[in-house]
């Protein structure tokens, strides 16, 4: 419901600060449903810094709306042809980007993975969603929530709102992840961690 990429919105801020402060003069983001894409793009925007957002074809095709708005605060939005034509392929090109152009260019990373710092940041600048929980409740006479649920693409969401509530055994929470026609379908469900999961490389040669 928030217009600026839903809770995307919270770590690019933050990481934009960053950006800045390291006198990068550019943003480089990855989007599938093009809600990180346009975060970045409004931040970008915001701060003056040029923008440039990597959506999967097929993404870029589904996605129009959000590839308009991001166009429309100023940001390239770069279709790529190649491969699955989605979000790994995506990644893959935002990566390529960050390497040649590493002195001039921050990589905002839109979830909470990749290579340390980034998880542990993106849940800093997420932990916003459970502070303020812990602060709303109390306006209905609880002092915490007995469950929380959150879906699960990244990870930023659910890490945001459960960091908070992480150590209080009586909060239960409940990370929801999309299974398609169920986890035993490779490449028919969006949950990666289910089925036999395997130590591996993710980026790299
Ligand atoms: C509105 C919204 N919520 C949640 C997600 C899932 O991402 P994450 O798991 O990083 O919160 C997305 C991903 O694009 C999203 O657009």
């Known amino acids: ?16 600060l960053l950006a800045k402060r390291m006198g990068k003069k550019r943003l480089i983001a990855e989007t599938r449903a093009g809600q990180h894409g346009l975060a970045t793009a409004t931040v970008a925007a915001k701060f003056g ?11 870029y095709k589904r996605q129009r709306p959000n590839v308009f708005w991001m166009e429309s605060l100023g ?8 491969g699955t034509r989605r979000l790994k392929d995506a990644v893959t090109a935002a990566i390529q980007d960050w390497i040649a ?6 990589y905002l990373l839109g979830s ?5 710092p980034y998880p542990s940041m993106v849940r800093g600048f997420q932990s916003i969603i459970g502070l303020e929980v812990k602060e709303q409740i109390t ?7 007995s469950y929380i649920i959150a879906c699960v693409g990244g990870g930023s969401n659910s890490i945001g709102i459960f960091n908070t509530f992480l150590d209080d055994k009586e909060v239960n929470l ?7 026609k169920g986890v035993k379908e490779i490449g028919d469900h ?16």
């Open 1 to 16: 419901m928030n217009h600026t990429g839903a809770h995307k919105i919270n770590h690019c801020l933050g990481q934009a």
């Open 49 to 59: 810094m040029e923008c440039i957002v990597y959506m999967g074809e097929v993404d």
């Open 75 to 82: 940001a390239t939005v770069v279709p790529i042809k190649h």
């Open 101 to 106: 152009n590493v002195d001039d260019s921050y």
């Open 112 to 116: 909470a993975l990749g290579p340390h």
């Open 139 to 145: 306006k209905y006479g609880e002092t915490k929530p």
């Open 174 to 180: 409940i990370a929801v992840e999309a299974g398609g």
């Open 190 to 205: 969006a949950s990666r961690l289910n089925n036999d999961p395997k130590i591996g490389v993710v980026e790299g040669l």
